[in-house]
């Protein structure tokens, strides 16, 4: 074997190298900038923005600076990582705070499923397919909450006082009618055999100011998430009379009946997710899929489960959309079956 041949004279091989790298420069000049960044991992370059639907101080406030912790703790997102709250419309000023920012991926809205029954009853043209969905994260139950020193006691109260008269007892509701917590009290109310339509509610823009109407005697009677609701009763400041899960919890909430314990066919959950702007790339999705999955893996993320209740349900990007399908069609046959919408 002549290793002359293979290996060359000697210097050849560097000689041919440089050759070879001055090629490669020249064809890599021709190259359109921003074609190397396509084929990297994207990454955020400038603050990124949880988008809140509420004012401050409700649940989804609550989540998203949960989240804004966690991901400032472990350092999961590189860049600085903000809260910003627009309140107002049913989740309408958040979407329109949104389409503001299509194509954009620092934003991310913590939505309610305000946004699927806005939809249902026409009150909006936007649905959670005109964004990019990013992640279920989980369900919770709902309560009916009163003050402590309300002579109502339990389901049969609520309906003897409504089916004499539906607008005998303010009903204060977070968001909109229509709404995840309005469905929750008009399901229940429905399967006592009220008309949803003629009750007396009062709508606040945050489940918080609904809260603080039952404290201060405004409205009688407010349908709450579990972990405001339990927050609530631990200090002496409300009562619950129920809640919407399909069996009995445990801890705290082994004392409170369901729905269905009182006799009413009832069982709701309230699904929290994420939507981005439309228009994300791969590459984009990809990244908060990362995100999202590290979120939900951390002690915090599971300690805030246990404490408040939450029914965990992640769904990254490639499954969100689906399960936030499914949760569409049951909404309208729900919102359906109280009347609220049409067939």
């Avoid at 699904?271 to 908060?288: I, V």
């Avoid at 209740?309 to 499954?319: C, M, N, T």
């Avoid at 359906?336 to 919408?341: F, K, S």
Wanted: charge should be positive; proline fraction near 6%.
């Amino acid at each position: 074997m002549d290793m002359k041949r293979i290996c060359g004279k000697p210097g050849e091989g560097a000689h041919a190298r440089a050759i070879a790298a001055g090629a490669l420069a020249a064809i890599t000049s021709l190259i359109p900038a921003g074609a190397h960044a396509q084929q990297g991992a994207w990454r955020p370059d400038k603050p990124v923005e949880l988008v809140v639907p509420t004012t401050a101080g409700g649940a989804i406030d609550g989540l998203a600076r949960v989240i804004q912790n966690i991901v400032q703790t472990h350092k999961i997102i590189e860049s600085p990582v903000v809260v910003v709250n627009k309140p107002g419309g049913g989740q309408a000023i958040a979407l329109t705070y949104l389409d503001q920012h299509a194509n954009d991926p620092h934003y991310a809205l913590v939505s309610t499923m305000g946004v699927m029954t806005n939809h249902i009853l026409g009150r909006s043209k936007s649905n959670y397919t005109d964004y990019t969905p990013l992640a279920t994260l989980y369900g919770e139950p709902m309560t009916i909450v009163v003050r402590p020193d309300s002579p109502i006691r339990n389901a049969r109260d609520i309906q003897e006082r409504l089916r004499k008269d539906p607008q005998s007892m303010p009903i204060g509701v977070g968001i909109a009618v229509g709404g995840s917590n309005h469905l929750a009290i008009a399901l229940i109310v429905s399967a006592m055999g009220v008309d949803v339509k003629k009750l007396k509610t009062v709508v606040f823009q945050a489940n918080a100011e609904a809260q603080t109407a039952v404290m201060g005697g405004h409205v009688e009677i407010a349908p709450l998430s579990t972990a405001a609701a339990l927050n609530a009763a631990r200090q002496g400041r409300l009562r619950i009379i129920g809640v919407t899960s399909a069996q009995r919890g445990e801890g705290e909430l082994a004392s409170i009946p369901t729905w269905r314990e009182q006799g009413l066919d009832v069982g709701f959950t309230n699904t929290r997710f994420l939507l981005a702007p439309k228009g994300l790339t791969a590459q984009q999705t990809a990244y908060w899929d990362a995100v999202t999955a590290r979120i939900v893996k951390t002690p915090e993320w599971k300690e805030q489960a246990d404490k408040n209740y939450w029914e965990l349900e992640y769904a990254p990007s490639s499954q969100a959309p689906a399960r936030l399908g499914a949760i569409y069609k049951q909404l309208r046959v729900a919102l359906t079956e109280v009347g609220l919408a049409k067939n």
